[in-house]
C-alpha cells in the first residue's frame, strides 16, 4: 500500500486538533472554516446533513448554545487516525475514531459516544480542508470499504 508521506499525516493531525479546539470552544465559524467552502458534514447522530459554509456555521453554532443552554462541556478526542493517498497530492482520505466526551456543571465526566469518520480531505493554500465527512456509529454495523479505504 502507498503511504502519505509523514508530513502530510502530520499536517491532517494537527487539522483534527485544530477543529476539535475550534467547536469544542464554541467557535463556529472558525469550526466551518475548517471545511471546504461546499463541504459535507454527514452524522446520522443529527436529523439532517450540514452542506456548506453557511450550514456548517449553524451546526457548530447550535452546538455551541445546546453546550451554554445545558451547562455541558464537550470535548471531541479524535484518534487512531490512517491518512491514506487521495486522488492526487492535494487529495487524501482519512479514517479515524472519534469520541465525545460530556461534562455537566459540578458533574461526572461521561463518553457520549463512539463513532468513526472518513473524511476526504483536500489540501487548499497549504491546509487540510474536509471536503465530504461521513459519521458513523459504532452501533450501525461495519462499513463495507473499497481497497482505496472508502465506502463502497
Same mark, same amino acid.
Given at each position: 500500500? +502507498?503511504?502519505?508521506?509523514?508530513?502530510?499525516?502530520t499536517q491532517v493531525l494537527r487539522?483534527?486538533? *485544530?477543529? %476539535? *479546539?475550534?467547536?469544542?470552544?464554541?467557535?463556529? %465559524?472558525?469550526?466551518?472554516? !475548517? $471545511?471546504? &467552502?461546499?463541504?459535507?458534514?454527514? %452524522?446520522?447522530?443529527?436529523? &439532517?446533513?450540514?452542506?456548506?459554509?453557511? &450550514? #456548517?456555521?449553524? $451546526?457548530?453554532?447550535? $452546538?455551541?448554545?445546546?453546550?451554554?443552554? !445545558?451547562?455541558?462541556?464537550? /470535548?471531541? =478526542?479524535? !484518534?487512531?487516525?490512517?491518512?491514506?493517498?487521495?486522488?492526487?497530492?492535494?487529495?487524501?482520505?482519512a479514517h479515524a475514531y472519534l469520541?465525545?466526551?460530556?461534562?455537566?456543571?459540578?458533574?461526572? %465526566?461521561? #463518553? =457520549?459516544?463512539?463513532?468513526?469518520? +472518513?473524511?476526504? #480531505?483536500?489540501?487548499?493554500?497549504?491546509?487540510?480542508?474536509?471536503?465530504? /465527512?461521513? =459519521? /458513523?456509529?459504532?452501533?450501525?454495523?461495519?462499513?463495507?470499504? !473499497?481497497?482505496?479505504?472508502?465506502? &463502497?
Open positions: 500500500m +502507498t503511504e502519505v508521506p509523514d508530513a502530510v499525516a487539522a483534527y486538533a *485544530r477543529q %476539535s *479546539r475550534l467547536i469544542d470552544t464554541g467557535d463556529a %465559524s472558525g469550526w466551518a472554516a !475548517t $471545511f471546504t &467552502a461546499d463541504g459535507e458534514f454527514h %452524522s446520522p447522530s443529527y436529523p &439532517a446533513p450540514a452542506v456548506g459554509a453557511e &450550514a #456548517l456555521r449553524d $451546526f457548530a453554532a447550535a $452546538f455551541a448554545r445546546t453546550a451554554l443552554e !445545558t451547562g455541558v462541556v464537550s /470535548r471531541h =478526542v479524535v !484518534t487512531n487516525v490512517d491518512v491514506l493517498p487521495g486522488a492526487d497530492v492535494d487529495h487524501v482520505v469520541q465525545i466526551v460530556a461534562t455537566p456543571t459540578g458533574g461526572e %465526566s461521561r #463518553l =457520549v459516544r463512539l463513532t468513526t469518520l +472518513t473524511d476526504q #480531505l483536500v489540501r487548499r493554500d497549504g491546509r487540510w480542508l474536509v471536503a465530504h /465527512r461521513e =459519521v /458513523r456509529r459504532d452501533d450501525a454495523g461495519l462499513p463495507v470499504t !473499497t481497497g482505496t479505504g472508502t465506502h &463502497a
